[in-house]
Each structure stands twice: as C-alpha cells, then as structure tokens.
C-alpha cells in the first residue's frame, strides 16, 4: 500500500510516465492495473484537453480578428471625420485670423503714415509798414488788389507759411482750415480782405464804415481741400485798408491741417 500511494503521489505532480520506466516484472499485479489505468485517464483528459482547446480557439481567433477589423475601420472612419472636422475648425479660424491680421496691418499702416504726416500749423499777425507814437498803422488803401504780408510769425510748425510772402503752401494732400482777422482803427476807412485759394477767392469779409466809426474788427474762416503745393493768401482788395500794430497782435492770419488725405481719393 505504502509503494501504490508514492505511485499516485508521483503521478500526481509528474506527467504519466511510460510503460517502459516501469518493467512488468518489477510490479505486483494490483499496482501495476493501477498503474495502467492512471496512464489510460491522463492521456485521455490530455487528447480531450488538446481537442477542446483546438475547438474553442478557432472561434476565439475569428472573434478577435473581426473585433480588430471592425475597430480599425472604426478607428479609420473616425479619424476621418475628425480629420474633416478639425480641417475645418482649423479652415475657419485660420481665416479669421487672416482677417484679423489684415485689419492690424491696415491699423499699424495708418498708425505709420500718421506719425510720418508732417505737423502743419501757423499763426501769423500784420506789422504796419508805419506807425504813430502807439505802434498803430495802415496798410492801404491801394488801387489794385495787393497781397496782405503778415511778417509776424506766431507759430509755424511745419514752417508751411512764408512771412516774406505771407502766402502758406500745403506740404501734403489734406483737408485744412484757415481763419483771418482784420482791424481797423481810424481814418473812418472801409475794411476788408479776401482769402485766395491759388489764385481764386474763396471767401471776403468786409464793412463800410460809417461816419464817425473809426473802429471795427471782421473775421472769416473755410475749411479748404488742398492738394500738395497748392498756395492759400490774403488779398486786400483795392480801396480797403486795414490797420496793424507794432506790439499787438490786432489783425492776423492762422491756419492747420485738419487731416491728410491720400492720393486719388
């Protein structure tokens, strides 16, 4: 009994040996039938195991390889549509961008002719020719219409007005705006005096004093569209005078740059 459970014992943890590592002769009868029996049940359960699991994974192996195939087409299918989708969320902000980017360009082009655009203001008042003991003087009148010279420069940023001249010349296309004041004091004269765009009027003030009135101001502005090099004067016309002043600045003549305008608009 004790050799039959080494036997089983053996058999259990070993694969079933062989008839041949247990010669005939060297066994009882009882132990060798067991023996040939356990030999008969192993190998059976080993053909039935390997059967089993030659059946089972055919089908196994088909179930993964169709799993895998289903996935990557569904992966595929999935990474175009979100290759689609994300080509075009990236279409329309790519684009939008574009846009944005255009806008700043316009923006910093505007931002540099701005800084380039010269400054152009003046302000210039007339010295009279002559004056009394208080600094006042006439200019006129004169038979034919005579250009007004407002030597006395006030402010001439952008050194656009001439005071040997008096005429200002615009240094950029633009749109400008331009005001003018006229005094006289004495004399019981008319007053008046004419802005010239180039050589044509644009706008008169004047008054006919009356007797006894030796005193009046006139003033009158436009607002003129000029393109580069065009000339802006006062013009006294014939048989008015106006009065100027040594130390005040009684008639004067000032003008700026509203704001630059480009070429062919």
Request: hydrophobic share 35%.
């Amino acid at each position: 009994m004790r050799r039959l459970e080494e036997l089983n014992i053996k058999a259990i943890d070993e694969s079933p040996p062989s008839l041949s590592v247990f010669p005939l002769q060297a066994l009882p009868c009882q132990t060798l039938c067991l023996h040939l029996l356990s030999c008969a049940v192993s190998r059976r359960l080993q053909v039935q195991t390997k059967t089993m699991m030659k059946k089972t994974m055919l089908p196994l192996q088909l179930i993964v390889m169709v799993c895998l195939s289903y996935g990557q087409a569904d992966d595929s299918t999935n990474q175009h549509s979100t290759s689609d989708c994300s080509f075009g969320s990236f279409s329309t902000l790519f684009s939008g961008l574009s846009a944005e980017v255009g806008n700043l360009r316009r923006e910093v082009e505007d931002l540099r002719k701005s800084r380039n655009t010269v400054g152009v203001a003046f302000s210039a008042a007339l010295r009279p020719p002559t004056q009394d003991s208080q600094g006042y003087g006439n200019t006129g009148p004169f038979q034919a219409d005579t250009n007004l010279v407002h030597t006395h420069v006030i402010t001439n940023v952008g050194n656009a007005f001439s005071p040997r001249t008096g005429v200002f010349t615009a240094p950029v296309n633009g749109v400008y705006y331009f005001t003018f004041t006229s005094y006289t004091w004495k004399n019981e004269a008319n007053i008046g005096v004419a802005l010239y765009k180039n050589h044509e009027e644009v706008a008169l003030v004047y008054e006919y004093q009356d007797k006894g009135d030796n005193e009046d101001f006139a003033s009158n502005g436009a607002t003129l569209q000029l393109a580069k090099g065009d000339t802006v004067s006062l013009v006294l016309p014939s048989g008015f005078q106006v009065t100027g002043n040594a130390f005040r600045n009684l008639s004067t003549f000032s003008g700026f740059l509203l704001f630059h305008i480009e070429e062919g608009q």
